[in-house]
């Protein structure tokens, strides 16, 4: 009875859960660095974690769960986010990009307990490599371009 009482009572304990307002204008899939390929696998294996465009499944309403998923939405967002890549000085994106590949390779990300859950969020070894080579192209471009004077 009192393992129920608590479960009952935590539900009241607020979480929130945001979707920032997105301006197209700041993501990056305006800056040509995307391929449009990218946005696929984003799409169904990132999004979630590192957007403004969460989609909240309804475990994330049920305590404790869902401070377990606001948390890791919240730090996703906070190590990149696509919807505010933009806004990140030149170097951030670089250390960004760098860490991408560098999550991709170590099979960090996409994170185990998203995948437990979401099966289709599996990334295959050829995704990650492409994901990687295009984090690894994008980093360079910008050290070209912060080169050339045009950061």
Request: aromatic share 8%.
């Amino acid at each position: 009875l009192v393992l129920i009482a608590v479960a009952a009572i935590i539900q009241f304990i607020p979480v929130k859960k945001t979707n920032p307002a997105v301006d197209p204008a700041q993501t990056l899939w305006t800056s040509g660095l995307v391929p449009t390929g990218f946005q696929t696998i984003f799409q169904r294996s990132c999004k979630d974690c590192h957007s403004n465009l969460t989609t909240w499944p309804w475990y994330s309403h049920v305590a404790p769960v869902s401070w377990m998923v606001t948390s890791d939405v919240n730090g996703g967002r906070s190590h990149f986010n696509i919807d505010d890549a933009r806004t990140y000085s030149s170097e951030k994106k670089q250390s960004r990009f760098t860490k991408i590949c560098e999550e991709l390779k170590s099979g960090n990300m996409p994170d185990t307990k998203y995948t437990l859950i979401h099966r289709s969020a599996k990334l295959t070894d050829q995704e990650r490599t492409e994901l990687c080579d295009w984090a690894e192209a994008a980093r360079q471009a910008l050290v070209r371009a912060e080169a050339a004077g045009h950061p």
